[in-house]
């Protein structure tokens, strides 16, 4: 949650100043990975190649071209999570966009976007127009039902009532019937109000969370549930697809095909209905949900979103629910959902937590997702490809190059079950293939029980095959020969260590930064020059901890420290300076190449969506200059090739090279 709200606060103003990428000082390019979590879809009725989708990371993206390309079309959203999207039937040009940050409008097809205020409530989790009066909207609030009948400008107080004890996961609104509105559970089942939302009733007798809801177009009274539990839930509840011929008094379970899968989201149209499930991809029925066809293509997918194209309703749309594939992201049906294949050019909602550079040639980079696992690119190929066979976790915390073959590099990633303990992780074929390696610890120790916040520094020794060093939340490890012994150094009252670093130009020489403790005061520095053996404490007085380091590749002696400020010391860590930037910003990323260093700031005061910037120093920090180019989207992350030609921006929405004309 600390890395997403980081993400939310400077995400808005990040998208409505991308267009200052392409200035004199050289150009962000776009390399992907390109998928995400799709959260939402909607068509336009009056331009069915306009196809739009809310993801949960990159905001919202606007495809002109039936999915072929997506381009960014999320400028003054208040945040790149997004959960719902609902177009305006009668003026297509309007959208709203919801999610835990409340709820937006947009006046001129998703160019740009403004906060709706919602008196007493701000999370948005279920969302419907009237088709019969579009101004009129229902949002699910945590307070129950909210109601607008003038395009969200107002709103009446939220209605609850035992029909709505938790939380609404959506909503409709009968076309024929517009006081007939349905409401979606995620424990009660079906609510149901005939008096345009003033009250609320049970709709039958299921129990049970709702993930999606759908009304037959020709005959309204037939209304379709889709339930699936989430993890956690009790694996013997209500799951599939419910469907009532009386306006939800009554149900029948459909059975023919679905199976145990859950189903997570609904498209209907005359003569065809679409189920989204969570594991078996999208099915379609022609005879109202008795019986089921898969979908080629789809297999395994878990879907969270579907559309349909209104003038052709052969023509579907699939957003994938969750990260379990490494092409999640949009699907296209142009049969009927009979064949399915991936629409995601363009569409970039994958946020970057590693990225690792070996020199060529050719040049490889390596990137690492939080829930996707690995991408690789290698030379000045345009995109990311995936990588990552034989992860044991799609979590990645770090990744560094070995320091020998441009093909080795190794990582950390997050556990799985209830130890959740990271593991370390090795390639040597440029991330399509990894082992993970054991621990051989010297003491009694369980190593990367719990990585520091959502990432792990990691180190590799040039000049010692096979030994890395990893920052753990409470020690530093040497693992040599790959795993066969570790060596654990624990700093004095047991600092979170939260970053370590090798000097390019001198390997035995290491840093280590650490964060506060309750026992043990401020973080601070830490340097071995013994290949990590010994540590010994660096003095840095006016900053609370340190969360950055890079050192200079030809220099041991020049080291750059990011806490609360940029420190620089040219002297291998006896003295400190400030590095002459914004004291109030804070420093998102920092990296270096031969004979320069590059750090993003984000203010800390003013405006708190205010995107990063990218400063540069040629004089090992003494003087900067600030890139007129900023990443198109919030700065997670930076590297730079070894060689100094490509700086690397990894962001909340993928990745993104720069290099100087």
């Given at each position: 949650?600390?890395?997403?709200?980081?993400?939310?606060?400077?995400?808005a103003s990040?998208?409505?100043?991308?267009?200052?990428?392409?200035?004199?000082?050289g150009?962000?390019t776009p390399?992907?990975p390109?998928?995400?979590?799709?959260s939402s879809?909607?068509?336009?009725?009056?331009a069915?190649?306009t196809?739009y989708?809310?993801?949960q990371g990159g905001g919202?993206?606007?495809?002109t071209d039936?999915?072929?390309t997506?381009?960014?079309a999320?400028?003054?959203l208040?945040s790149?999570f997004?959960g719902l999207l609902a177009?305006?039937?009668?003026?297509p040009?309007?959208?709203?966009?919801g999610g835990?940050f409340?709820?937006?409008k947009s006046?001129?097809?998703?160019?740009t976007w403004?906060s709706?205020l919602l008196?007493s409530?701000?999370?948005?989790?279920?969302?419907a127009?009237d088709?019969?009066?579009?101004?009129t909207?229902y949002?699910?609030?945590?307070?129950?039902?909210?109601k607008?009948t003038?395009?969200?400008?107002?709103?009446?107080?939220?209605?609850?009532s035992?029909?709505l004890?938790s939380?609404?996961?959506?909503?409709v609104?009968d076309p024929r019937?517009p006081?007939?509105?349905?409401?979606?559970?995620?424990?009660v089942?079906v609510?149901?109000?005939?008096d345009g939302g003033r009250?609320w009733?049970?709709?039958g007798p299921?129990?049970?969370?709702?993930?999606?809801?759908a009304l037959?177009?020709?005959q309204?009274a037939?209304?379709?549930?889709?339930?699936a539990?989430?993890?956690g839930?009790?694996p013997?509840?209500?799951?599939?697809l419910?469907?009532?011929?009386?306006?939800?008094?009554?149900?029948?379970?459909?059975?023919?095909?679905?199976?145990a899968?859950?189903v997570?989201?609904?498209a209907?149209?005359?003569?065809?209905l679409y189920a989204?499930?969570?594991g078996?991809g999208?099915?379609?029925?022609?005879?109202?949900?008795?019986?089921w066809?898969p979908?080629?293509?789809?297999?395994?997918a878990?879907?969270g979103a579907?559309?349909?194209?209104?003038s052709?309703?052969a023509?579907?749309?699939?957003g994938?629910?969750?990260?379990?594939r490494?092409d999640?992201?949009?699907?296209?049906?142009a049969?009927?959902?009979?064949?399915w294949?991936?629409?995601?050019?363009?569409l970039t909602?994958?946020s970057i937590t590693?990225?690792a550079v070996?020199p060529?040639?050719?040049?490889?980079?390596?990137?690492?997702t939080?829930?996707?696992?690995?991408?690789?690119?290698?030379?000045?190929?345009d995109r990311l490809t995936?990588a990552?066979?034989?992860l044991?976790?799609p979590?990645?915390a770090s990744l560094a190059w070995?320091g020998a073959?441009s093909?080795?590099?190794?990582?950390v990633v997050?556990?799985?079950g209830?130890?959740?303990?990271?593991?370390l992780?090795?390639?040597?074929?440029g991330g399509?293939s990894w082992?993970t390696?054991?621990?051989a610890?010297?003491?009694?120790?369980a190593?990367?029980h719990?990585?520091y916040?959502?990432?792990?520094g990691?180190s590799?020794?040039?000049d010692?095959?096979?030994t890395c060093?990893?920052?753990?939340?409470?020690?530093i490890l040497?693992?040599e020969g790959d795993?066969?012994?570790?060596?654990?150094?624990?700093?004095p009252?047991?600092?979170?260590?939260?970053?370590?670093?090798v000097a390019?130009s001198?390997?035995?020489?290491?840093?280590a930064?650490?964060?506060a403790?309750?026992h043990a005061?401020?973080?601070?520095?830490?340097k071995?020059?013994d290949?990590?053996?010994t540590?010994?404490p660096l003095?840095?007085?006016d900053?609370?901890?340190?969360a950055l380091?890079a050192v200079?590749?030809?220099?041991a002696?020049v080291v750059?420290?990011?806490?609360?400020h940029l420190?620089?010391?040219?002297?291998?860590g006896?003295?400190?300076s400030?590095?002459g930037?914004?004291?109030t910003?804070?420093?998102?990323?920092?990296?270096?190449?031969p004979g320069a260093?590059y750090v993003?700031?984000?203010?800390?005061?003013g405006d708190p969506?205010?995107?990063?910037?990218?400063?540069k120093?040629t004089?090992?920090g003494?003087?900067?200059?600030a890139?007129?180019?900023?990443?198109?989207?919030?700065l997670t992350?930076l590297?730079?090739?070894p060689?100094?030609?490509?700086?690397?921006?990894?962001t909340a929405?993928?990745?993104y090279a720069?290099?100087a004309?």
């Amino acid at each position: 949650m600390k890395a997403q709200r980081k993400v939310i606060a400077l995400f808005a103003s990040a998208l409505a100043l991308a267009a200052l990428s392409a200035l004199a000082d050289g150009a962000w390019t776009p390399l992907g990975p390109f998928g995400g979590q799709v959260s939402s879809l909607a068509v336009d009725p009056s331009a069915p190649q306009t196809v739009y989708a809310a993801t949960q990371g990159g905001g919202v993206f606007k495809s002109t071209d039936g999915a072929a390309t997506w381009q960014p079309a999320g400028s003054g959203l208040p945040s790149p999570f997004v959960g719902l999207l609902a177009i305006d039937p009668a003026t297509p040009q309007t959208l709203y966009a919801g999610g835990d940050f409340g709820l937006a409008k947009s006046d001129d097809g998703a160019a740009t976007w403004h906060s709706l205020l919602l008196p007493s409530f701000t999370a948005v989790s279920g969302l419907a127009i009237d088709p019969s009066a579009p101004r009129t909207l229902y949002a699910g609030v945590a307070a129950g039902v909210a109601k607008s009948t003038d395009g969200g400008a107002t709103w009446e107080p939220a209605v609850s009532s035992r029909a709505l004890a938790s939380p609404i996961s959506a909503l409709v609104v009968d076309p024929r019937r517009p006081s007939f509105v349905y409401a979606a559970t995620s424990l009660v089942g079906v609510a149901r109000s005939t008096d345009g939302g003033r009250t609320w009733t049970h709709a039958g007798p299921l129990v049970g969370r709702v993930r999606a809801l759908a009304l037959a177009p020709q005959q309204t009274a037939t209304v379709y549930a889709g339930f699936a539990p989430n993890s956690g839930d009790d694996p013997n509840g209500t799951v599939g697809l419910f469907v009532s011929k009386n306006g939800g008094r009554s149900w029948v379970r459909s059975r023919g095909g679905l199976g145990a899968l859950g189903v997570t989201a609904l498209a209907v149209v005359p003569g065809r209905l679409y189920a989204g499930t969570d594991g078996g991809g999208v099915l379609a029925s022609t005879d109202g949900g008795a019986s089921w066809s898969p979908g080629h293509g789809s297999e395994g997918a878990s879907v969270g979103a579907l559309a349909v194209d209104p003038s052709g309703p052969a023509t579907v749309y699939a957003g994938s629910g969750t990260f379990q594939r490494q092409d999640a992201g949009v699907r296209k049906s142009a049969d009927g959902g009979a064949d399915w294949s991936v629409a995601n050019d363009g569409l970039t909602a994958l946020s970057i937590t590693a990225l690792a550079v070996a020199p060529g040639p050719p040049q490889r980079l390596l990137v690492g997702t939080r829930s996707l696992g690995v991408f690789s690119r290698l030379g000045t190929a345009d995109r990311l490809t995936p990588a990552g066979n034989g992860l044991p976790s799609p979590g990645v915390a770090s990744l560094a190059w070995s320091g020998a073959s441009s093909d080795s590099f190794y990582g950390v990633v997050n556990g799985l079950g209830a130890g959740r303990r990271a593991r370390l992780v090795k390639t040597s074929d440029g991330g399509d293939s990894w082992t993970t390696l054991p621990f051989a610890a010297s003491a009694p120790y369980a190593p990367l029980h719990a990585p520091y916040g959502p990432f792990a520094g990691l180190s590799c020794a040039p000049d010692l095959p096979g030994t890395c060093y990893v920052a753990d939340a409470d020690a530093i490890l040497t693992v040599e020969g790959d795993g066969a012994r570790t060596t654990v150094h624990p700093l004095p009252g047991r600092r979170p260590v939260a970053a370590i670093v090798v000097a390019p130009s001198s390997p035995n020489v290491l840093y280590a930064g650490t964060d506060a403790n309750i026992h043990a005061g401020p973080g601070q520095p830490w340097k071995s020059v013994d290949h990590g053996a010994t540590w010994t404490p660096l003095q840095l007085d006016d900053d609370f901890y340190v969360a950055l380091l890079a050192v200079d590749p030809q220099d041991a002696q020049v080291v750059f420290a990011a806490g609360t400020h940029l420190h620089r010391s040219t002297d291998g860590g006896a003295t400190w300076s400030t590095a002459g930037l914004d004291p109030t910003a804070r420093v998102v990323g920092l990296a270096t190449a031969p004979g320069a260093v590059y750090v993003g700031l984000a203010p800390t005061g003013g405006d708190p969506a205010a995107p990063a910037t990218i400063w540069k120093s040629t004089d090992a920090g003494a003087t900067w200059t600030a890139l007129a180019a900023r990443p198109p989207s919030v700065l997670t992350t930076l590297a730079v090739d070894p060689a100094g030609g490509t700086l690397y921006a990894g962001t909340a929405a993928g990745v993104y090279a720069w290099t100087a004309p």
